[in-house]
């Protein structure tokens, strides 16, 4: 069994809801995530507000500090679903980034555990996401981290580099280069096991500036198909015909 990535997707369009894009070649079985990220530090009243299946809601916290609010949902998708559209109080900027995950093998993808949530207060270049333990082999480790800049900059680009180890899919980030630049990325892991310890994420810009993070980490297992048929016995001719001989 494996677990693979089906990709990402990010956006900004929205002042108080905005419908994701879903990865491409989604399908039902598929685990997908999303962290979305808007500026304003008052309290949000996050909902679902379109599309068919209902996520979960995993985080919803403001960074006072930083100026912005976010949350973090997912969703293991059934036959049917579409995009969601997800709503907030405050008419204000917003970023989003989506990752999705399957099984190579038609298992079932679960959560098996979130880190604490991270919330850096002060800013920086970088930010070291909060471990999470494994319960089994084999998982896939997913990031999903939202960030603005400290300070009134209006950059022309930015570079984020994940995690030693871990990838930024494709489509996976969007950033938005005015004053106090908003970013938020998913970025993934596969093949974990036990203690799952990330190293540091940076993201740097042409205007030097430093940034407030937030970020989620999860970690996700798969289980085998109903059904699935072991790999069969193979037993070495040679023990075969000592057998016989003994």
Same mark, same amino acid.
């Given at each position: 069994?494996?677990?693979?990535s089906r990709?990402g ?6 002042t108080t809801s905005?419908? #994701?894009?879903?990865p491409t ?5 598929d685990? #997908? ?8 530090s008052?309290t949000q009243t996050?909902?679902?507000s379109?599309?068919?299946g209902?996520?979960?809601k995993?985080?919803d916290?403001a960074d ?5 609010s ?10 049917g679903?579409t995009?969601p559209?997800?709503? @907030?109080?405050?008419?204000t900027?917003?970023? @989003? ?7 190579d =093998?038609?298992?079932? $993808?679960?959560?098996?555990?979130? *880190? ?12 070291? /996401? ?10 896939a480790?997913?990031?999903l981290?939202? =960030?603005?800049?400290?300070t009134?900059?209006? /950059?022309a680009?930015?570079?984020?580099? /994940?995690?030693?180890?871990w990838? $930024?899919p +494709? ?5 938005i280069? +005015?004053a106090n630049?908003r970013w ?5 892991? #596969?093949?974990?096991?036990g203690t ?6 940076t #993201? ?7 940034y407030?993070?937030?970020v989620a980490? =999860?970690l996700?297992?798969e289980?085998?198909a109903a059904g *699935?048929? /072991?790999?069969?016995l193979?037993?070495p001719?040679?023990a ?7």
């Amino acid at each position: 069994m494996t677990i693979s990535s089906r990709g990402g997707t990010a956006g900004s369009t929205g002042t108080t809801s905005t419908t #994701l894009t879903l990865p491409t070649g989604q399908s039902a079985g598929d685990l #997908l995530f999303t962290i979305i990220r808007v500026g304003s530090s008052a309290t949000q009243t996050w909902s679902q507000s379109g599309g068919t299946g209902t996520w979960t809601k995993q985080y919803d916290a403001a960074d006072s500090a930083g100026g912005y609010s976010y949350t973090v949902w997912w969703r293991v998708m059934a036959g049917g679903d579409t995009a969601p559209a997800f709503s @907030w109080t405050t008419s204000t900027t917003v970023v @989003w980034a989506c990752g999705g995950f399957f099984s190579d =093998a038609g298992g079932t $993808l679960s959560i098996d555990t979130w *880190a604490t949530e991270l919330d850096t207060g002060t800013s920086s270049n970088s930010v070291t /996401p909060n471990p999470a333990t494994a319960a089994g082999a084999s998982e896939a480790s997913i990031i999903l981290s939202a =960030a603005r800049a400290a300070t009134e900059t209006t /950059p022309a680009s930015h570079t984020y580099t /994940p995690p030693s180890g871990w990838t $930024l899919p +494709s489509g996976g980030e969007t950033w938005i280069g +005015s004053a106090n630049s908003r970013w938020t990325a998913t970025a993934f892991k #596969l093949g974990v096991s036990g203690t799952v310890t990330p190293g540091a994420e940076t #993201l740097t810009d042409t205007s030097s500036g430093a940034y407030f993070f937030s970020v989620a980490h =999860a970690l996700v297992t798969e289980t085998a198909a109903a059904g *699935a048929t /072991p790999a069969p016995l193979v037993i070495p001719q040679a023990a075969v015909m000592q057998a016989a001989n003994w």
